[in-house]
């Protein structure tokens, strides 16, 4: 980065532009007399004070100090925008390094990103400004495809195009054809719009905290059900649901834990759950276990299922599971929901930003192949459970008896 920026401002169109901007014509390490720093880490602009220095989002900044701070696309593409490992780490080290280097308190800060994600650092720290008003306030220029409507910085009329001369109207069709959720983040600066999700915020059905009758331990009263959806490896997210059946009869997810967990630290959380939650059902997405459905009819059991037998056991506790293959593509089991969404049979907690923000990210970039979808496909197989009205005698072979098998579902 810092070799691109010395080529840009040592080329001739710089210099006519900027004729008392030069660097130093030799590469420098150490400064010494009449010389200006000029590295592949950092240079000094000749006759003036200050220097630039650059690195990559999360990389070291310590000992040095800053007048004016510029981030250029901290989020590399779609994949890392989808990690809530990812994200959070770009937030942590603005934060915690780059943000700290203000010389005297008061840099000026720039940032120029694609908004990929609604919580990517532009989302995460417009957030933060509109919560507390005595954090870092924001002056925002968007620059969308498309033009929405004029302002005063982009003086377009509605449905203009953005430099037309270098991009026509067929490659922004083009574009827009490809995925609408591409099209929105990459193209209009406007990641998760709603007025394209089936499942969008405005559609949800949100309980205030005080209208929802809690037990001693601070659960909600009603049926309490589970699901887990184990991940697969790498950046796939494990997902374990809690969901309550109220007294009226409505479902509401109480808690949503997303994670890029290893099996055996999902086993321990489920377990954990079982402990506070006691459910009466929790469905595992079984497809993954390597062991086929027949197999495990006849006896066969996964590695999965001997850690939950030996973390029961240490635990002291029976987990009511019911291991589940499908045999639906994930979509069309996510979008068997949609009806129950819409008329409030399924709802959230109204505080649903600061407890699960990431599920509700999930619902609201559905069916983008490109997005992780792991909590609705867990909360369908709850809601596809309580629908079977699935009961703990309704089969327990001998040998599941003692690993909490609550029941075998077939396939769905």
């Known amino acids: ?58 990389g070291s900044v310590t000992g040095n100090t800053m007048t004016h701070g510029i981030i250029d696309d901290p989020i590399r593409g779609r994949k890392d925008a989808e990690s809530k490992v990812i994200r959070e780490g770009v937030h942590d080290w603005y934060d915690a390094d780059f943000w700290t280097r203000q010389a005297g308190g ?57 430099w037309p001369e270098r991009y026509p109207e067929r490659f922004y069709k083009a574009a827009k054809a490809k995925s609408e959720y591409d099209w929105q983040s990459l193209y209009q600066q406007n990641p998760h719009n709603d007025a394209y999700a089936i499942f969008g915020v405005e559609k949800m059905s949100k309980i205030p905290l005080n209208e929802v009758l809690l037990d001693g331990n601070g659960n909600p009263k009603g049926t309490l059900y589970g ?20 007294p009226d009869g409505r479902w509401l997810v109480w808690e949503c834990k997303l994670s890029v967990d290893v099996a055996s630290t999902s086993i321990t959380k489920l377990v954990e759950a079982q402990q506070q939650y006691n459910y009466k059902s929790v469905w595992i997405e079984a497809n993954a276990w390597e062991v086929a459905q027949s197999a495990w009819m006849k006896g066969q059991r996964s590695n999965f299922e001997i850690v939950l037998r030996q973390e029961q056991a240490k635990a002291g506790v029976v987990v009511p599971y019911i291991p589940v293959w499908h045999n639906k593509p994930k979509p069309d089991r996510i979008r068997s929901l949609e ?74």
């Open 1 to 58: 980065m810092n070799r691109s920026v010395q080529r840009v401002m040592t080329s001739p169109e710089y210099g006519e532009i900027f004729p008392e901007t030069k660097l130093f014509g030799k590469n420098v390490v150490t400064v010494a007399e009449d010389t200006f720093l000029k590295n592949s880490e950092e240079f000094e602009v000749v006759g003036h004070a200050g220097s630039y220095m650059c690195t990559g989002v999360g």
């Open 339 to 412: 009806a129950h969404f819409n008329n409030g049979q399924l709802c959230f907690r109204e505080d649903w930003a600061k407890c699960y923000r990431e599920l509700i990210n999930q619902f609201r970039i559905f069916p983008d192949k490109n997005a992780h979808d792991d909590g609705p496909d867990a909360i369908e197989m709850v809601a596809a459970g309580i629908q079977r009205h699935v009961a703990p005698s309704d089969w327990l072979p001998p040998e599941t008896v003692t690993v909490g098998a609550a029941g075998y579902d077939g396939i769905y």
């Open 106 to 162: 008061n840099a000026r800060i720039l940032i120029m990103n694609t908004r990929w994600n609604e919580d990517d650092l532009s989302g995460y720290l417009l957030r933060l400004a509109e919560e507390d008003i005595d954090v870092d306030q924001w002056e925002v220029l968007s620059f969308p495809a498309q033009a929405i409507e004029p302002n005063e910085y982009d003086h377009r009329l509605p449905g203009q195009w953005l």
């Open 227 to 246: 699901a887990l959806d184990p991940s697969k490896g790498g950046d796939d997210y494990a997902a374990l649901i809690t969901l309550a059946v109220l």
